[in-house]
C-alpha cells in the first residue's frame, strides 16, 4: 500500500499568495508581497519556476491584494510545463492564510504541495521534498544556532512533529518550519477536515493554517522533513527582502543568468508640476492658477500627463511635485484623489533640491523616472520605450533627433543642443536609479537658471569638455558619458523615435499644436477612477 502511495508522483503544488505583505510597506504599497522584484524577477516567477523544473505540472495561486496584476503577470509568462491559474480569495483583508487554504479546499486531492507564497526555494530543495515526503502530512523543516520571536518554531522527536508555532520556548524548539509542506494520500483531506473544524470556531479566520497541523499533531503522526544544507529565504520584512534579493542574484550569477534590466522594477513617477519665481507667463495669460492646468480639450494638462504614467506598465506609484498641492486640487482634477497610486508632495522652489529631497524615500523609492506637468503628450509607450533603453546608467537622459521632430512637426520651434552627432531637443524624462544621483542634482542646483545653456553645464567638467562640446567635436552621449564619469556616475543619453516627445508647452503656440495632436489622437485614456476597464494601448 505504502509502495503504492510513493510511486503516484506529486505534481501539483498551491501557492499561497493573498496577502499585502503589509511589514514590507512602502514596498507593498501598490503590489502584493509576491510580485516585488528579486534581481529582477518577481518572487512569483521564481517559485513557480523552481516548482515547474522539479517536475511539478499544475499550479494553482491564491490571490487577493492585487489579484489583477498577479493575473496579468500569469498571463505574460512564457507557456511551460506547469499548468498556472489562480483563485480569488474575496476574504484576504479579514482573514489569515487559513481562510486562503479554505478557499482552495477543492484542491487538496491526493498528492500536492503547499507553499506560502513569500517563501522562496530551489528546484533542487523542492526534488528533495517531492522525492522523501512521508505518507500523510510532512512539514518541511531547517535548523540554526538560535531562532526569533517571528520563526515558525518546530518541536520534534525522530522525524515526528510534536509541537510547531512561533511561541514555543526556546528548550522546545529543534527547528522551524519553512512554509513548504507535502500531502500524500489520505494527508490532503484530513488537513482540510481539520481547516473545516477551525473555521468554524470563533477565531478561525484570524487563525494561520499551521494551527490545523498543530491540531493534527496530538493524535496524528505528522512527519518532519529537514532541508538542511539547502538555501532557501523567507521574505517578511525589509531587511529579508534585501538579503532574498542578494542571494537569488547569486544564483542567477552561478547559473549564467544575465542581469535583468532595471525596468522590470517598480518605477516612481515624479510630475513636477511647480511654478518658477515670478509665474509662468502663459498660465497668467490665459487666467489660470498654475501651468499644471492649462486647459487642453476641455481639462487640465496634467490630467493626459498622469493618465498616461498610470497606464505605462513598469510605472508603480506617482508623485506630484509642487509648491501649492491645493491649488491643483479642482473639481477637474477630483479623480486624482482617489487614485492609490498617485500623490501630492509639497516642494520647494528649486527644481533639483525638490526632487532630492524626496527621490530615494518612503514616497518615491528608486528607481526614479522626472518627467513635467508641461508634457501632456506622453503615452504609455513613449514611456515604455524611454525606460527600456534606460537599462544600466546612474541617469538617463531623454531627448530627440531634430530631423525626427522635424520631420513630422516642421512648424514647431524648439531649443536645439548641438553636437558632432546632430542637433537634439530635450525629452523631459529622466531615469534616476540610485542615490548616487544627488551628486549631478546639487550641481544642477547651482546651474539651474542656465538650464538650457547646457554648454554652461558641460563647463562645470573643465574646459576641454565645454570646448568640444561647443565645437561639436563630441557625441552627445559622449559628453554625457564624460560628464558622469567625473561625477563617479554612469550617464546615458537615450534618443527617443517619438518626435512627440520633445514638444512641451511652453507658449500660446505651443498649446495649439498639442491640442491638434491630442485631438487626432481620438478617445483619451481612462483610468480606473474614471472608468472600469483600461485601454492601454490607445496611444501605442
Same mark, same amino acid.
Given at each position: 500500500?505504502?509502495?503504492?502511495?510513493?510511486?503516484?508522483?506529486?505534481?501539483?503544488?498551491?501557492?499561497?499568495?493573498?496577502?499585502?505583505?503589509?511589514?514590507?510597506?512602502?514596498?507593498?504599497?501598490?503590489?502584493?508581497?509576491?510580485?516585488?522584484?528579486?534581481?529582477?524577477?518577481t518572487?512569483?516567477?521564481?517559485?513557480?519556476?523552481?516548482?515547474?523544473?522539479?517536475?511539478?505540472?499544475?499550479?494553482?495561486?491564491?490571490?487577493?491584494?492585487?489579484?489583477?496584476?498577479?493575473?496579468?503577470?500569469?498571463?505574460?509568462?512564457?507557456?511551460?510545463?506547469a499548468?498556472?491559474?489562480?483563485?480569488?480569495?474575496?476574504?484576504?483583508?479579514?482573514?489569515?492564510?487559513?481562510?486562503?487554504?479554505?478557499?482552495?479546499r477543492?484542491?487538496?486531492?491526493?498528492?500536492?504541495?503547499?507553499?506560502?507564497?513569500?517563501?522562496?526555494?530551489?528546484?533542487?530543495?523542492?526534488?528533495?521534498?517531492?522525492?522523501?515526503?512521508?505518507?500523510?502530512? $510532512?512539514?518541511?523543516?531547517?535548523?540554526?544556532?538560535?531562532?526569533?520571536? /517571528? /520563526?515558525?518554531?518546530?518541536?520534534?522527536?525522530?522525524?515526528?512533529?510534536?509541537?510547531?508555532?512561533?511561541?514555543?520556548?526556546?528548550?522546545?524548539?529543534?527547528?522551524?518550519?519553512?512554509?513548504?509542506?507535502?500531502?500524500?494520500?489520505?494527508?490532503?483531506?484530513?488537513?482540510?477536515?481539520?481547516?473545516e473544524?477551525?473555521?468554524?470556531?470563533?477565531?478561525?479566520t484570524?487563525?494561520?493554517?499551521?494551527?490545523?497541523?498543530?491540531?493534527?499533531?496530538d493524535?496524528?503522526p505528522?512527519?518532519?522533513?529537514?532541508?538542511?544544507?539547502?538555501?532557501?529565504?523567507?521574505?517578511?520584512?525589509?531587511?529579508?527582502?534585501?538579503?532574498?534579493?542578494?542571494?537569488?542574484?547569486?544564483?542567477?550569477?552561478?547559473?549564467?543568468?544575465?542581469?535583468?534590466?532595471?525596468?522590470?522594477?517598480?518605477?516612481?513617477?515624479?510630475?513636477?508640476?511647480?511654478?518658477?519665481?515670478?509665474?509662468?507667463?502663459?498660465?497668467?495669460?490665459?487666467?489660470?492658477?498654475a501651468?499644471?492646468?492649462?486647459?487642453?480639450?476641455?481639462?487640465?494638462?496634467?490630467?493626459?500627463?498622469?493618465?498616461?504614467?498610470?497606464?505605462?506598465?513598469?510605472?508603480?506609484?506617482?508623485?506630484?511635485?509642487?509648491?501649492?498641492?491645493?491649488?491643483?486640487?479642482?473639481?477637474? $482634477?477630483?479623480?486624482?484623489?482617489?487614485?492609490?497610486?498617485?500623490s501630492?508632495?509639497?516642494?520647494?522652489?528649486?527644481?533639483?533640491?525638490s526632487?532630492?529631497?524626496?527621490?530615494?524615500?518612503?514616497?518615491?523609492?528608486?528607481?526614479?523616472?522626472? $518627467?513635467?506637468?508641461?508634457?501632456?503628450?506622453?503615452?504609455?509607450?513613449?514611456?515604455?520605450?524611454?525606460?527600456?533603453?534606460?537599462?544600466?546608467?546612474?541617469?538617463?537622459?531623454?531627448?530627440?533627433?531634430?530631423?525626427?521632430?522635424?520631420?513630422?512637426?516642421?512648424?514647431?520651434?524648439?531649443?536645439?543642443?548641438?553636437?558632432?552627432?546632430?542637433?537634439?531637443?530635450?525629452?523631459?524624462?529622466?531615469?534616476?536609479?540610485?542615490?548616487?544621483?544627488?551628486?549631478?542634482l546639487?550641481?544642477?542646483?547651482?546651474?539651474?537658471?542656465?538650464?538650457?545653456?547646457?554648454?554652461?553645464?558641460?563647463?562645470?567638467?573643465?574646459?576641454?569638455?565645454?570646448?568640444?562640446?561647443?565645437?561639436?567635436?563630441?557625441?552627445?552621449?559622449?559628453?554625457?558619458?564624460?560628464?558622469?564619469?567625473?561625477?563617479?556616475?554612469?550617464?546615458?543619453?537615450?534618443?527617443?523615435?517619438?518626435?512627440?516627445?520633445?514638444?512641451?508647452?511652453?507658449?500660446?503656440? /505651443?498649446?495649439?499644436?498639442?491640442?491638434?495632436?491630442?485631438?487626432?489622437?481620438?478617445?483619451?485614456?481612462?483610468?480606473?477612477?474614471?472608468?472600469?476597464?483600461?485601454?492601454?494601448?490607445?496611444?501605442?
Open positions: 500500500m505504502i509502495a503504492d502511495v510513493f510511486a503516484i508522483p506529486i505534481c501539483k503544488a498551491v501557492i499561497l499568495s493573498a496577502g499585502k505583505g503589509s511589514r514590507l510597506l512602502p514596498l507593498t504599497e501598490h503590489r502584493p508581497k509576491c510580485l516585488l522584484k528579486l534581481a529582477g524577477r518572487l512569483l516567477d521564481r517559485q513557480i519556476d523552481a516548482l515547474e523544473e522539479a517536475g511539478i505540472e499544475e499550479v494553482i495561486v491564491v490571490t487577493g491584494f492585487g489579484d489583477d496584476q498577479v493575473d496579468r503577470t500569469i498571463a505574460a509568462r512564457r507557456q511551460g510545463r499548468r498556472v491559474r489562480t483563485l480569488f480569495n474575496p476574504f484576504y483583508h479579514v482573514a489569515d492564510n487559513l481562510g486562503s487554504v479554505w478557499m482552495a477543492e484542491e487538496f486531492d491526493g498528492n500536492l504541495l503547499l507553499l506560502n507564497g513569500d517563501t522562496l526555494v530551489t528546484p533542487d530543495l523542492v526534488r528533495q521534498v517531492i522525492e522523501n515526503a512521508g505518507q500523510g502530512i $510532512t512539514v518541511t523543516i531547517d535548523r540554526k544556532p538560535a531562532y526569533d520571536d /517571528d /520563526d515558525m518554531k518546530v518541536e520534534e522527536v525522530d522525524g515526528r512533529l510534536i509541537h510547531i508555532g512561533k511561541t514555543l520556548s526556546p528548550h522546545q524548539t529543534s527547528a522551524e518550519s519553512i512554509g513548504l509542506l507535502a500531502f500524500r494520500a489520505h494527508g490532503a483531506r484530513t488537513f482540510i477536515e481539520a481547516v473544524r477551525l473555521m468554524h470556531t470563533p477565531e478561525g484570524s487563525s494561520w493554517y499551521l494551527r490545523a497541523i498543530e491540531g493534527l499533531a493524535t496524528l505528522i512527519r518532519t522533513l529537514s532541508i538542511e544544507g539547502h538555501e532557501w529565504a523567507e521574505v517578511d520584512y525589509p531587511q529579508d527582502y534585501k538579503k532574498a534579493s542578494a542571494l537569488v542574484a547569486e544564483w542567477d550569477r552561478q547559473a549564467g543568468v544575465p542581469r535583468q534590466r532595471t525596468t522590470t522594477a517598480g518605477w516612481t513617477a515624479l510630475v513636477l508640476a511647480g511654478e518658477r519665481p515670478g509665474g509662468d507667463a502663459l498660465a497668467q495669460g490665459l487666467g489660470v492658477p501651468k499644471a492646468l492649462l486647459p487642453l480639450l476641455d481639462e487640465p494638462m496634467l490630467n493626459h500627463v498622469v493618465r498616461s504614467l498610470l497606464a505605462t506598465p513598469a510605472i508603480e506609484r506617482i508623485a506630484i511635485l509642487t509648491q501649492r498641492p491645493e491649488e491643483l486640487r479642482t473639481p477637474a $482634477t477630483e479623480w486624482l484623489q482617489h487614485e492609490k497610486r498617485v501630492f508632495i509639497q516642494s520647494g522652489d528649486g527644481i533639483s533640491a526632487i532630492e529631497a524626496v527621490a530615494g524615500g518612503a514616497d518615491a523609492p528608486w528607481p526614479v523616472l522626472v $518627467t513635467t506637468a508641461d508634457h501632456p503628450l506622453l503615452t504609455p509607450a513613449m514611456v515604455s520605450d524611454f525606460l527600456a533603453q534606460a537599462d544600466t546608467p546612474d541617469i538617463a537622459v531623454g531627448a530627440v533627433e531634430r530631423e525626427t521632430v522635424l520631420g513630422a512637426y516642421p512648424q514647431t520651434k524648439r531649443t536645439w543642443l548641438h553636437f558632432r552627432d546632430g542637433a537634439y531637443s530635450g525629452a523631459n524624462l529622466f531615469a534616476l536609479t540610485s542615490g548616487k544621483v544627488s551628486i549631478a546639487k550641481l544642477w542646483a547651482d546651474v539651474e537658471a542656465d538650464r538650457k545653456k547646457v554648454y554652461r553645464l558641460f563647463w562645470r567638467f573643465g574646459p576641454l569638455l565645454a570646448l568640444q562640446a561647443i565645437a561639436r567635436l563630441i557625441s552627445f552621449d559622449g559628453a554625457l558619458t564624460k560628464a558622469g564619469r567625473n561625477l563617479g556616475m554612469k550617464v546615458k543619453l537615450v534618443a527617443l523615435r517619438a518626435p512627440e516627445a520633445a514638444i512641451d508647452v511652453d507658449k500660446l503656440s /505651443d498649446l495649439r499644436l498639442v491640442e491638434s495632436i491630442l485631438a487626432a489622437r481620438g478617445p483619451k485614456l481612462q483610468t480606473r477612477s474614471e472608468a472600469r476597464s483600461v485601454p492601454l494601448d490607445v496611444y501605442a
